[in-house]
């Protein structure tokens, strides 16, 4: 799909979205350091699941506002709350005042609206697009997302450490700018089919929104091939998940310095540290360069392979990168570990729009990011682990879990396209 076919929705959300994530990126990484700075890591660990259960739970009411009150609205409305909260944040960081529990209250009530926004950005782009250029779409928009990542990152541990007050202002600035941009320039594109049902079943009041609240997702779980969609991706998320966590923790205690490079009399040593952050480095670089390439490539084939394969190749990586301490063989780990998360990019999103209802579609979106909310609950206990079993165990249970999750791709896209059969035959008749 061309530029110039694009919806003017897409093109203003590429250009605005892209260049807050780039300023997001320069700050979020590092919010873990300033809690445990302030707070104390145990206290901050708590406060951050908090806001992040909080924020799963919000980003559930998300994809039912997306539905039941347009996809524009939702975004304008979070974009409005956004940018307040930039205003308390670079406030609570200026040179009149420095504010932790100001800053926490910020930063967890910017989570909060970010919640409420990406169901109706992910919803927008399934409505807007053909179903055969959605994976190429979704793709770009991913790819968006870690150059912000390899870039942002780089930028902030100088800017965040040094001129916090100046970057935070720039954020709110470009909040406000990216808040015009959607009041003025997107258009709603909730079908009509779920306007006519909101319609129909408008109601004021807060009981019998979550009345309608539940009933909806009452419906999309006993959809019993999207709930094990959902149980899968939980599962497959335990590896990718351990990037910062596990495999962090790895490297930094066990593996040893290591000459990388030799040529003359010059040489490249990294420690463990700093072969993490190679690594880190490497995949976001790996996503950014190769998303939408790869992403043509696995359009060429079904799902269930692709999920299947991805899962295969996350576990392998996590039994490599558990079982040496060699730096070039991690860093062919990671390589692998980047590959089984290109190849599901583009498909994971549009297999969503491909089940989905129009009128349940921003729910069916918030529901499927319950793979990575839960996964990333439940993920730390890869570091207590290592204490029960140690490393290399640690490391081939969690594989164990994503080849769990590759046979229930394969149980859930069996009944998929046992599904599809059904429908197209019934088409016929």
């Known amino acids: 799909m061309k530029w110039s076919d694009w919806d003017i929705n897409l093109k203003v959300r590429l250009i605005g979205e892209g260049t807050f994530n780039l300023l997001f990126w320069m700050f979020f990484p590092f919010m873990a350091i300033y809690f445990s700075k302030h707070f104390g890591q145990e206290t901050a660990g708590l406060l951050l699941i908090l ?21 524009k609205k939702m975004m304008v409305f979070s974009g409005a709350g956004q940018a307040a909260c930039f205003i308390f944040f670079a406030l609570a960081n200026s040179p009149w005042l420095e504010s932790p529990f100001l800053t926490f209250i910020s930063f967890s009530l910017l989570g909060l609206f970010g919640q409420l926004y990406w169901p109706a950005s992910s919803a927008m782009i ?34 965040f450490f040094k001129h916090r007050f100046a970057l935070l202002v720039a954020c709110t600035i470009v909040s406000f700018i990216l808040l015009q941009a959607l009041r003025v320039w997107i258009h709603e594109t909730v079908p009509q089919s779920a306007a006519a049902c909101k319609k129909e079943n408008g109601s004021s009041g807060w009981i019998p929104f979550l009345k309608n609240q539940f009933r909806d997702y009452g419906v999309i779980l006993r959809d019993r091939i999207f709930l094990l969609y959902i149980l899968a991706g939980v599962l497959v998320a335990q590896t990718f998940m351990q990037l910062d966590m596990l495999i962090a923790v790895y490297t930094s205690d066990k593996v040893p310095d290591q000459t990388l490079l030799s040529f003359g009399g010059w040489s490249f ?147 998929f396209y046992r599904r599809q059969r059904v429908s197209l035959a019934s088409k016929n008749v």
């Open 51 to 71: 806001s992040q259960f909080i924020g799963t739970v919000i980003g559930l009411f998300g994809g039912y506002c997306a539905d039941h009150f347009g996809r």
């Open 126 to 159: 399934a409505d807007v697009v053909p179903e055969k250029y959605r994976p190429g779409v979704f793709a770009i928009f991913y790819t968006s997302i870690n150059v912000s990542v390899v870039i942002g990152p780089l930028l902030g541990g100088f800017f």
């Open 269 to 415: 040593t990294a420690s463990g540290h700093q072969l993490f952050s190679l690594m880190v480095s490497m995949n976001g670089l790996c996503v950014a360069l190769f998303t939408v390439l790869v992403t043509k490539w696995m359009a060429r084939y079904r799902e269930g392979g692709v999920f299947m394969i991805s899962s295969l190749c996350y576990g392998v990586a996590m039994i490599l990168m558990g079982s040496t301490v060699n730096a070039w063989l991690l860093l062919f780990g990671i390589v692998l570990f980047s590959w089984a998360e290109l190849m599901t990019v583009g498909v994971q999103d549009s297999f969503v729009a491909k089940l989905s209802p129009p009128e349940l579609r921003g729910q069916y979106f918030a529901t499927s990011g319950l793979r990575f909310s839960l996964g990333r609950t439940i993920a730390p206990i890869a570091i207590p682990m290592t204490v029960w079993f140690g490393y290399p165990a640690t490391f081939i249970i969690l594989a164990a879990v994503a080849f769990l999750g590759m046979m229930l791709y394969g149980v859930l896209f069996a009944m």
